[in-house]
């Protein structure tokens, strides 16, 4: 059960005379004096010199002097929060309510707690120093409104050398954009990263430091800490933490310091930690993290930070760019495999082989599982990949070596169906040879995330046998296959089309994956850039047809529809279409469909339906009709 205080002062100002009467008659038998703070500066000794307790309701810097105030009266603090305040509660744990605040002031078990001195003036919440978008965004924002604050800061967002010299004579160098000195509070979006390792009464001042190495990374860590609903319990990779007794931190220009969003100083700034120097009324919730706090201890984590003098220079030398730089460790895993990747030798020529002739036999079968298990065994895609990483980085020895592996596994492939065509007598198509006719820009879609992903695979070896999901999702063999047996059958429309498949999957990967590659830092610019118009180029010029073959399949899937169960009067006689197909080959339109009819049908008959449904094609139609008579 609270105990009270038997005696108080209450120092007010204009801001919170109407608290006066409220105070005064307490319903907690609290003997309360009012003073105005005004009356309190003139005559300090004569107010404060035999005071026990002071409760307070008035802006920052008034609240600010009575705390320099208690070390030389020895008084203890109960704070009410104007309604205007936002940080003051949550900085010290107190209610919004006036009774309960009231209330909260008026106890006699007030905690002992630190204060922080930032170039000895007394911060209570934080001190910004330099550029943090979003961290600095004012408390009481919307999210809404944080994450404007924090989007309009980062236009020229740059890193600066920061010089940081700790008490226990540790000296850190590092690049940042900009850092900040905070009290243990909940507020504000930059202390819930530190809050689970800090405490009002630890006599450390903890200094978050801000170095996003891209803006992407920045904008993902800005859009994650709009969750206000939990504390962190570890670091993003946008910041470093250092908790000392004392910090002085040096930029490498002079820059203005914010404390608790109002008074300013300049750096060089000298923070230190006036440790167990008051005793001020907190919330239960803080008293039971004080009671529970353990031991302090130095913490100094810049494992996210520049560091060494070469890195700080890259970092200081331009704007923050907008992606994010591959590490060492992974860019050189990655050239290590993608050079392998790129080397031809007898187990990719086998390999290819082996999968364009399953491929091959799977197509005439009609078998999608025997085709799915020659992508899986078609190693096709990892020169691809090699190739994109070439043209990005413009490594004309990656890009040639990637080059001669491609064409000659094309050339491999191409052999290998036409060999297995020849084998084959009849001259069969089947639904799976179908499928990889007449590409369209669905194809090129599946192709561009194939790209993505199958990128994304190589640069994270912990998934890539996912890589084997992304050949079989493109499809690289398989249309390959249908090429040959076209080239085998001396068709070149249906080699012509199964090509059109292939190189729109060749060129839609190449093309994402290099951006890929880009986007995920392995390069600080695109080099290769004769290379990528060349593929890009490619790509428009493939594009037409694709789109030209989209948009007669979108006709053509209208007509089937439209024709569903349609009903023609030919010589007095009803047919009902069903289950209308139209397809291309060798540049004509093929229309196969089921005819229903009741009574025997002539060629008079079927020439007079056949001339009817020539009228809805410009071109010349071949029908080819399954006619089934029903009672």
């Known amino acids: 059960m609270a105990t009270y205080v038997e005696a108080a002062v209450f120092v007010y100002t204009e801001d ?41 309701a008035a ?61 000895d003036q007394l911060m209570l919440y934080k001190a910004t120093i330099g550029r943090l978008p979003l961290l600095d965004a004012p408390i009481g924002s919307s999210r809404l409104g944080m994450l404007w604050h924090g989007l309009k800061r980062f236009a020229g967002l740059r890193l600066l050398t920061f010089d940081i010299a700790l008490s226990n004579k540790q000296n850190i160098r590092t690049a940042a954009c900009g850092c900040m000195i905070v009290q243990h509070h909940r507020g504000n979006v930059a202390s819930k990263h ?25 904008g993902k860590f800005l859009f994650q800490s709009l969750n206000r609903s939990s504390r962190r319990n570890k670091l993003p990779k946008t910041l470093g933490l250092i908790k000392c007794r004392g910090i002085e931190i040096k930029p ?14 300049q750096t060089p700034v000298v923070c230190k930690t006036l440790e167990q120097s008051v005793r001020i009324n907190v919330g239960d919730d803080l008293r039971e993290e004080i009671r529970n706090a353990q031991p302090a201890k130095e913490t100094v984590n810049v494992k996210n ?5 070469e890195e700080v220079q890259k970092a200081t030398k331009k704007a923050i760019p907008f992606f994010a730089y591959a590490s060492e460790e992974r860019f050189r895993d990655l050239f290590l495999a993608l050079r392998d990747d790129a080397r031809t030798d007898s187990i990719y020529i086998v390999l290819m082989v082996l ?34 990483m070439g043209l990005l980085r413009q490594d004309d020895g990656l890009t040639t070596r990637s080059m001669i592996k491609i064409v000659i596994g094309v050339v491999v492939a191409l052999l290998s169906a036409i060999l297995i065509t020849q084998a084959f007598t009849h001259k069969i198509i089947t639904e ?21 992903a199958g990128a994304y695979t190589k640069a994270y070896k912990e998934i890539l046998q996912s890589l084997a999901g992304v050949a079989i999702a493109v499809a690289l063999v398989p249309p390959l296959a249908v090429a040959g047996i076209g080239a085998g059958r001396l068709d070149w429309d249906f080699f012509s089309q199964a090509f059109l498949l292939f190189s729109t999957n060749l ?103 056949r001339e009817k449904i020539q009228t809805h094609f410009e071109r010349k139609l071949i029908i080819r009709a399954d006619v089934n008579y029903i009672p």
């Open 16 to 56: 919170s005379r109407d608290l006066v009467d409220q105070v005064v008659d307490n319903p907690f038998g609290v003997k309360v004096t009012a003073v105005e703070f005004v009356t309190l500066q003139e005559q300090p000794a004569a107010v404060l010199e035999s005071t026990a307790h002071v409760v307070v």
């Open 59 to 119: 802006r920052v810097q008034v609240i600010k002097d009575l705390l320099l105030h208690t070390r030389e009266y020895d008084f203890s603090l109960g704070i009410i929060p104007l309604s205007m305040q936002r940080e003051l509660p949550r900085s010290y744990n107190l209610p919004t309510r006036k009774d309960d605040a009231i209330e909260l002031a008026l106890r006699d078990d007030a905690p002992v707690v630190d204060l922080i001195t930032c170039n």
């Open 194 to 218: 530190v809050s689970y390792e800090s405490s009002i009464s630890d006599g450390m001042v903890s200094l978050i430091i801000s170095a996003p190495s891209s803006l992407l990374e920045y």
């Open 252 to 265: 490498e220009t002079e820059l203005e310091v914010t404390l608790d969003g109002g008074a300013t100083t």
């Open 305 to 309: 930070l520049p560091r060494g003098k």
């Open 355 to 388: 999968s364009t002739m399953l491929a091959t036999v799977g197509l005439f079968q009609n078998s999608s599982a025997v085709v799915i298990g020659a992508m899986l065994l078609a190693p096709l895609m990892t020169p691809i990949i090699s190739l994109s």
């Open 432 to 452: 799976e040879m179908q499928a990889r006719l007449n590409p369209t820009l669905l194809d090129l879609a599946v192709a561009i995330i194939a790209g993505v």
């Open 507 to 609: 060129v839609g990967i190449i093309l994402a994956a290099t951006f890929t590659f880009r986007v995920l830092g392995y390069s600080s610019a695109v080099y290769g850039r004769h290379g990528i118009r060349i593929v890009t180029l490619a790509l428009i010029l493939i594009a037409i047809p694709l789109y030209l073959s989209y948009d007669r399949i979108v006709d053509k899937v209208t007509l089937e529809k439209s024709w569903q169960h349609e009903r023609f009067l030919v010589n007095d006689k009803y047919l009902i279409v069903r289950n209308a197909r139209l397809n291309q080959y060798k540049g004509k339109d093929v229309m196969t469909m089921e005819l229903l009819a009741r009574e025997p049908l002539t060629r008079d008959d079927l020439n007079k339906f």
